[in-house]
T-cell receptor
Framework: DAGVIQSPRHEVTEMGQEVTLRCKPI?????LFWYRQTMMRGLELLIY????????DSGMPEDRFSAKMPNASFSTLKIQPSEPRDSAVYFC??????????????FGPGTRLTVL | AQKITQTQPGMFVQEKEAVTLDCTYD???????LFWYKQPSSGEMIFLIY??????QNATEGRYSLNFQKARKSANLVISASQLGDSAMYFC?????????????FGTGTRLTIIP
């Protein structure tokens, strides 16, 4: 079975450019999560969706960040304009979306973003 | 207060020995789930094992087991017969059982190095 798919795996861009990260969750999973990992702050939840609806975006750092989930098999995280401090590894994860504690999140391989 | 505390930033263990990675948690919920993930140098996050707060038995998955001590609020990961491929960062995470909450809170991780 295919796991969570993310693209691109690596992105190098210049400050001020728009960056779009993509994620395809595991088929049949109803919840999707975007995380950011940095040395300074560890793993942070940015936003998550359930049945394509954003449930909690309190972790989104600022208005430069936006996320969409137009359908059950695709989500994007966009940064516009990008800044050097956005450099991090961005993970997408998905879970079945059970409303109980057993629900396990499975992570994609991550996108390593470098903003020069 | 930190919800998940991993007090060992790094550990060195001889190959074939057992290793225990510490994790303590803080929650006022009666229902919660505890998860361990492995992050090798390649960067992906791999789910290892899950323990529910109501589970009476310690969880086991192959060489991984979870030493769950509810009264002490600890959920230590035990790896038996360590292998070189076990060298990685290990993260403990918790999902609290409040209705509708799907967030995972992660600890800061422990870097495990297996010595040949």
């Amino acid at each position: 079975d295919a796991g969570v798919i993310q693209s691109p795996r690596h992105e190098v861009t210049e400050m001020g450019q728009e960056v779009t990260l993509r994620c395809k969750p595991i088929s049949g999973h109803n919840s999707l999560f975007w995380y950011r990992q940095t040395m300074m702050r560890g793993l942070e939840l940015l936003i998550y969706f359930n049945n394509n609806v954003p449930i909690d975006d309190s972790g989104m750092p600022e208005d430069r960040f936006s996320a969409k989930m137009p359908n059950a098999s695709f989500s994007t995280l966009k940064i516009q304009p990008s800044e050097p401090r956005d450099s991090a590894v961005y993970f997408c994860a998905s879970s079945i979306g059970l409303a109980d504690i057993t629900d396990t999140q499975y992570f994609g391989p991550g996108t390593r973003l470098t903003v020069l | 207060a930190q919800k998940i505390t991993q007090t060992q930033p790094g550990m060195f263990v001889q190959e074939k020995e057992a290793v225990t990675l510490d994790c303590t948690y803080d929650t006022s919920d009666q229902s919660y789930g505890l998860f361990w993930y492995k992050q090798p140098s390649s960067g992906e996050m791999i789910f290892l094992i899950y323990q529910g707060s109501y589970d009476e038995q310690n969880a086991t998955e192959g060489r991984y087991s979870l030493n769950f001590q509810k009264a002490r609020k600890s959920a230590n990961l035990v790896i038996s017969a360590s292998q070189l491929g076990d060298s990685a960062m290990y993260f403990c995470a918790m999902r609290e059982g409040r209705f509708g909450n799907e967030k995972l809170t992660f600890g800061t991780g422990t870097r495990l190095t297996i010595i040949p």
